[in-house]
């Protein structure tokens, strides 16, 4: 357990280092919170209605949605960089868990841009912007849990494509295909309820909008108590599979491990 | 007629270094394709409920945005040893270039396309400019037509030069790459939509410093003749080759500053 802990310290640490690169996040997600807001208050205007509730609405979903975006985002490279360079193999006969391992480095780099990234955005946001607050404490307390359920669901997914490294050694189109189908699917850019009907149908047999829709529609009570936990049980469900077929191609790839180099 | 010669050749080899993981590539320039049609999906679900966003239909916002794609697309091909220009530093492979005898420049930009974007690009840039305009009844006249041919070659140019600046700070060992990325990415998600839907810090921000405004939405007004266009110069629509051209050499004189600075990374890795 302390070995994994210090690992993800390191990480934490890793990232402060880059100063430049923290600035560049930074701005990068408040300017696209901003370009957002500004086409979404374009549309409003159109309808006539900034100053009411929806309004409110959708400015808190677009700026929660791409601030927990930013902070779920991850090194989607580090399994193909080890495959690549043979670290692996020395990663594999540490006397720990490589998943484990793996999971504290995302873990650290998750509190630095928990810490730096999405505290910093909010408070910018909620001193311009009319953000809601939780729409109870209830509901506050089932968002944590519900983003956190959507860290791993994400995970998880992200999980399965990087070991799609083993067999393909390059990832970069599968990774891009994933982070496209994540970006329109999850509702990180449109909420769900703009989406047509049968999109929506579609969205719903897919592990998508439990990443970030369902937290949200949670923190802005759009879900009615009696579906509450339904939405919350599909996000363990959909860790539950996504969890599993990982495990299933960790065990593969592992007994046909292929190292180009060392 | 040397240097065409010798770009041709180049051009073979490049092609040939590209063919080499055909598998792999044409995944590659199918994935760009579809990170970029994702862009234009959200905007068309954002906008499909209304018929006009501020006087906007959404054909007249997607023809705003083939111009993004098309002058990407000729970008990097001819330009993408200019955006991966770090990596040619940093491991030592532009040492080579300096003792050949042929411009650095050219040996720069030759040495390297990036096929599998172009295409990407390209492919959806068409596929989109064919759908709007014909839906738009945008009439081809010759005149038309070599307008937007100018105004694509000089939007490339002016993606060019916005690399090119980022990248002289190579010369000085200074990373940049993350803050071109930003800048550059973010301009063009904003540039995606009309600039009249932004505040006026903005548009500003997107006419002055990085001038992707004459990327598309001023050479665009040429086509729609929106009357919004009243609120800006209305000289704006013609000075896109202006500005790239300015911009270029501009770029071109401190580019060629900064090699006189240049000292080698040291380390060649091949």
């Known amino acids: ?262 | 007629m040397y240097p065409l010669r010798l770009f041709l050749k180049y051009f073979q080899l490049t092609l040939k270094v590209t063919l080499q993981y055909k598998f792999d590539r044409v995944l590659i320039a199918a994935a760009v394709m579809i990170r970029e049609m994702a862009g234009v999906i959200i905007l068309i679900l954002m906008l499909n409920r209304f018929v006009m966003i501020k006087g906007w239909q959404i054909d007249e916002i997607l023809f705003l945005y083939s111009f993004l794609f098309l002058s990407y697309s000729l970008f990097v091909f001819f330009f993408t040893g200019i955006r991966d220009f770090e990596d040619l530093v940093y491991s030592g492979e532009f040492d080579r270039f300096l003792v050949r005898p042929v411009g650095i420049l050219f040996q720069v930009i030759a040495s390297k396309v990036d096929y599998t974007a172009a295409l990407g690009h390209g492919v959806l840039g068409i596929i989109l400019l064919q759908k709007t305009a014909s839906q738009l009844g945008i009439e081809w006249t010759a005149s038309g037509i070599l307008f937007y041919i100018l105004m694509l070659l000089g939007g490339a140019l002016i993606q060019a030069s916005i690399f090119m600046i980022a990248s002289t700070f190579c010369f000085w060992t200074v990373r940049t790459t993350n803050l071109r990325n930003m800048l550059f990415f973010n301009s063009r998600k904003i540039a995606a939509y009309p600039l009249s839907f932004y505040p006026g810090l903005i548009q500003k921000f997107l006419i002055y410093v990085i001038p992707f405004g004459f990327v598309n939405y001023f050479p665009a007004q040429y086509f729609l003749k929106k009357p919004e266009m009243n609120e800006f110069w209305s000289g704006f629509m013609f000075l896109n080759p202006v500005v790239a051209a300015v911009l270029f050499a501009l770029v071109c004189l401190v580019w060629n500053y900064g090699l006189k600075h240049y000292s080698s990374t040291g380390n060649a890795l091949y």
């Open chain 1, 1 to 262: 357990m302390r070995a994994y802990l210090k690992i993800a310290q390191k990480s934490f640490r890793n990232n402060l280092v880059f100063r430049a690169e923290y600035f560049a996040a930074l701005l990068n997600t408040i300017v696209t919170i901003l370009v957002n807001l500004a086409i979404w208050r374009a549309i409003y205007e159109e309808e006539g209605g900034l100053d009411n509730l929806q309004f409110s609405l959708i400015v808190t979903y677009v700026i929660l949605a791409l601030a927990l975006f930013q902070i779920f985002t991850m090194d989607e490279y580090v399994i193909e960089k080890k495959i690549k360079s043979g670290l692996i193999t020395s990663d594999l006969l540490k006397p720990l868990s490589f998943r484990l391992h793996l999971f504290s480095f995302h873990f650290g780099a998750l509190l630095y841009r928990i810490v730096l990234l999405l505290i910093p955005t909010l408070l910018l946001y909620s001193l311009v912007y009319r953000v809601l607050p939780p729409f109870s404490i209830e509901m506050f307390l089932c968002f944590l849990l519900s983003v956190i359920l959507g860290y791993f669901v994400m995970y998880s997914l992200n999980f399965i494509v990087w070991l799609s490294a083993f067999w393909f050694y390059k990832t970069f189109s599968l990774v891009t295909i994933k982070d496209t189908a994540v970006l329109v699917l999850s509702g990180a850019v449109i909420p769900l309820w703009f989406m047509p009907q049968q999109l929506v149908h579609f969205i719903k047999l897919t592990p998508f909008d439990t990443i970030f829709f369902i937290p949200i529609s949670i923190y802005l009570g759009q879900i009615p108590m009696d579906q509450l936990l339904f939405s919350l049980l599909r996000q363990v469900i959909w860790i539950t599979v996504l969890g599993l077929i990982g495990h299933v191609l960790w065990k593969l790839a592992t007994r046909r491990l292929i190292v180009q180099g060392g």
